[in-house]
């Protein structure tokens, strides 16, 4: 049983453009949940997290959205940047953590 | 302050043979959680460790696989009589003993990539 679904599993956007990740979960128990973002033959580096008694999480050009009545959770990237092409993990975590399946996103220059 | 280590970064072994995946955490965490990750797919849960302690090893197979993480020294990752299944990267994270399990941040490590021939 997958606990964490992630979509779209991969994402154009133009630079300049807004990128938008997808997360929805089941467990009500999940208390904290990440973004990570991972480059080619790197770890994933946590991006921003946010948890549940908020409902918007903003850093520079990062934004988490919470919904916990809809047990949903997006990334938002404003301003895209070729340099932000890289897979995308949310997580949630209760005692460990629950990864979704990634977002590869590629922005064009 | 060092970030977490793994070593090796790249690992061949042929079936049948053993594969050690060795990590360091970051200075100061006391928990280490190793995850495996298959090409094009997200990260997997295997088993949760403090100094000396497993903790939880509920995504561990349950043969040929174990993990340790003694008193002194990195945490162990030990795959007993590989098979081309277990080709994968596996990732080391660490987080502080001052976190709570639910807030726990874990840091990665850059991986293990296992290639069994």
């Known amino acids: 049983q997958q606990q964490v679904k992630q979509s779209p599993q991969s994402l154009i956007v133009q630079k300049g453009g807004i990128s938008i990740i997808n997360c929805a979960y089941e467990?009500?128990?999940?208390?904290?949940f990440p973004w990570y973002q991972q480059f080619p033959g790197k770890g994933p580096a946590l991006l921003i997290a946010i948890r549940p008694d908020v409902s918007e999480k903003k850093e520079g050009r990062f934004t988490i959205s919470f919904n916990k009545s809809a047990k949903q959770f997006s990334l938002h990237i404003m301003d895209s940047q070729p340099g932000d092409s890289a897979t995308y993990f949310c997580a949630a975590s209760f005692n460990k953590f629950y990864f979704g399946s990634g977002t590869k996103l590629n922005v064009k220059p | 302050n060092a970030g977490v280590m793994q070593n090796p970064r790249h690992l061949v072994r042929r079936r049948g043979q053993e594969a050690r995946l060795r990590c360091s955490p970051m200075k100061g965490h006391s928990h280490v959680y190793w995850y495996r990750q298959l090409p094009e797919e997200g990260l997997k849960f295997m088993v949760y460790l403090q100094k000396e302690n497993i903790i939880d090893e509920s995504g561990m197979p349950k043969e040929r696989f174990s993990a340790e993480f003694p008193k002194e020294g990195p945490s162990i990752l030990r795959i007993q009589q590989v098979v081309r299944g277990d080709s994968a990267a596996y990732f080391c994270?660490?987080?502080?003993?001052?976190?709570?399990?639910?807030?726990?941040?874990?840091?990665f490590g850059p991986g293990t990539r296992l290639t069994v021939l």
């Open positions: 994270a660490s987080s502080s003993l001052t976190s709570s399990i639910a807030y726990n941040e874990q840091f």
């Open positions: 467990n009500t128990a999940f208390d904290y």
